[in-house]
């Protein structure tokens, strides 16, 4: 399904390109917000949404199925902003697409389907299900 982009803060620098280093601050979340996202095809509205999760559908999201859980920050004590290639790969389909969208000095919500996300395997290391629904916070630092 893809990835969709929610601007925060605008940026003023240039947009990565195929291949070149990019550097970000980012928070991850398993979230309600985009448990409706991937809802999003089959409800009109959230009460839409409400009445399919009454009828007994089942959807364990995020991180350990809790839909408002941080799973990972590089503003956490220790940790430091994550550099990568983009456009080549080595990070989920929802990064490479969303964040060659942005730029430099920019603040976005990146709401990634399954697909775009982890998918049908998760990531257990972190505890992100398999075919979980991400958010992610990101703030583009510099592009090399």
């Excluded at 000095?105 to 990531?123: I, K, N």
Aim: glycine residues 14%.
């Amino acid at each position: 399904m893809g990835v969709e982009k929610q601007l925060l803060k605008e940026g003023h620098g240039p947009k990565p390109t195929k291949g070149q280093s990019v550097t970000v601050h980012c928070t991850g979340f398993g979230s309600y917000a985009a448990c409706l996202f991937l809802m999003k095809p089959f409800c009109s509205n959230l009460r839409s949404f409400e009445l399919i999760l009454s009828v007994g559908l089942t959807i364990a999201v995020g991180k350990d199925g809790d839909l408002s859980k941080k799973f990972w920050s590089t503003k956490d004590p220790g940790q430091q902003p994550f550099t990568f290639n983009i456009g080549l790969g080595s990070v989920i389909k929802g990064w490479d697409e969303g964040v060659m969208d942005m730029k430099v000095g920019e603040v976005a919500l990146l709401q990634c389907t399954p697909d775009y996300a982890y998918g049908a395997g998760g990531f257990q290391a972190w505890g992100i299900r398999p075919n979980s629904p991400l958010v992610f916070e990101i703030e583009v630092l510099s592009v090399k």
